[in-house]
């Protein structure tokens, strides 16, 4: 998987991001589902705004590193560029952090990625 310069997000190819937060200590399933929901529906939000389309595809339990986690999944037209786009982003507390997982992908590579990024999820450890 390609992805731009250190710290640079590319729309027109897939990116996988791992983010690490402190601040809201380890969320648990319910939190992290409530949390990923609420993202989702703001971005569905901002898209009807704009006349342009965003649905959420599935939202579902599943895990992290062997501890429950939430995943969501969306799909939504870029309000940059207009491309099709799917977002797939799973979340869980871990250790007294909080891990959120994302891969965003133009709609047309998503699958062709999918396998490689589902093998990274299940790989993910926190010591």
Same mark, same amino acid.
């Given at each position: 998987?390609?992805? %731009?310069?250190? /710290?640079?997000?590319? =729309?027109?190819?897939?990116?996988?991001?791992?983010?690490?937060?402190?601040?809201? /200590? #380890?969320?648990?399933? %319910?939190? #992290?589902?409530? $949390?990923?929901?609420?993202? =989702?529906?703001?971005?569905?939000? =901002?898209?009807?705004?704009?006349?342009?389309? #965003?649905?959420?595809?599935?939202?579902?339990?599943?895990?992290?590193? %062997?501890?429950? =986690?939430?995943?969501?999944?969306?799909? $939504?037209?870029?309000?940059?560029? /207009?491309?099709?786009? &799917?977002?797939?982003?799973?979340?869980? %507390?871990?250790? /007294?952090?909080?891990?959120?997982?994302?891969?965003?992908?133009?709609?047309?590579? $998503?699958?062709?990625?999918?396998?490689?990024?589902?093998?990274?999820?299940?790989?993910?450890? &926190?010591?």
């Amino acid at each position: 998987m390609c992805c %731009g310069e250190q /710290g640079e997000f590319t =729309a027109d190819r897939p990116n996988f991001n791992v983010e690490v937060s402190e601040e809201r /200590g #380890a969320m648990s399933q %319910g939190s #992290a589902r409530a $949390y990923l929901e609420e993202r =989702a529906f703001e971005l569905v939000t =901002a898209t009807l705004e704009n006349n342009e389309q #965003a649905e959420v595809t599935q939202s579902a339990p599943t895990t992290l590193a %062997g501890q429950p =986690a939430w995943m969501i999944e969306m799909r $939504y037209t870029s309000l940059l560029d /207009g491309s099709d786009n &799917v977002q797939m982003q799973v979340m869980a %507390g871990l250790a /007294g952090r909080t891990y959120l997982l994302s891969y965003s992908s133009p709609a047309d590579l $998503y699958d062709e990625y999918l396998p490689e990024v589902q093998n990274m999820i299940n790989s993910f450890r &926190v010591e």
